[in-house]
């Protein structure tokens, strides 16, 4: 199960772009890579997910080089209320056809004015 | 919308006591998960269950058991409240294939005292 390393912390300032790199080295060949984004006192919410190359959806960008081993999560022209933590994990299939996901500690991002 | 409910936002129990912690989703997801959430440690997985009356250790699993006799209830148990089970729990549902993207619930923040 491949372990995840990301930034414990990062400040930012609106209107700004922030990427968020996770290091993943031990990643399997049918590992997705995900990011969800937690409020205080929210459960997590499902951002984006990737298997290689780049993702976009309306919230973000997801960059994942060739060979695999990290990803990047970009976020354009962020504001306030992209205070939160984000996580990055990794996670595949087990036999049986469920799947384990395995979070990081997450980074706390912080949007000043 | 999925919508994942739990019993109780906030919860305080004595060491000892035997405590049911509830979650109901609305969305027909053959898969529920529980988490505890610490400072530093991020998310980590107790139990997950695929079915019916079908569950899986996660990572932690000592101290709690589960519970899943219909489809859309997951329930955790602690046998016995101890202070190191002081934590914030989080269920999660999501469709089979689909566990990148979980569906949490708000949370409930247990303390035990």
């Known amino acids: 199960l491949a372990k995840t390393t990301q930034p414990i912390s990062m400040d930012s300032y609106e209107g700004q772009e922030v990427n968020i790199t996770c290091s993943h080295n031990n990643i399997a060949t049918n590992d997705y890579i995900t990011w969800y984004q937690q409020f205080p006192s929210q459960g997590p919410r499902f951002i984006i997910q990737?298997?290689?190359t780049k993702v976009t959806n309306e919230v973000a960008s997801l960059f994942i080089p060739a060979d695999r081993k990290s990803s990047t999560l970009s976020l354009p022209r962020v504001s306030l209320s992209d205070t939160a933590v984000y996580y990055c994990?990794?996670?595949?299939?087990?036999?049986?056809?469920?799947?384990?996901?395995?979070f990081g500690a997450g980074t706390r991002l912080a949007v000043h004015p | 919308d999925v919508k994942v409910t739990q019993s109780s936002r906030y919860l305080v129990k004595r060491t000892g006591e035997k405590v049911f912690l509830e979650c109901v989703q609305d969305m027909d997801h053959e898969n529920m998960f529980w988490y505890r959430q610490d400072p530093g440690l991020g998310l980590r997985l107790i139990y997950f269950?695929?079915?019916?009356?079908?569950?899986e250790k996660g990572d932690i699993p000592e101290g709690y058991s589960v519970s899943r006799e219909k489809k859309e209830r997951f329930s955790l148990i602690l046998e016995s409240a101890s202070t190191n089970q002081t934590s914030m729990y989080l269920c999660?549902?999501?469709?089979?294939?689909?566990?990148?993207?979980?569906?949490f619930g708000p949370g409930t923040r247990l303390t035990v005292t």
């Open positions: 990737g298997y290689k």
């Open positions: 999660a549902s999501s469709y089979p294939g689909q566990n990148y993207e979980q569906y």
């Open positions: 994990l990794v996670g595949g299939p087990l036999s049986g056809g469920y799947n384990k996901l395995i």
């Open positions: 269950s695929y079915d019916v009356k079908m569950k």
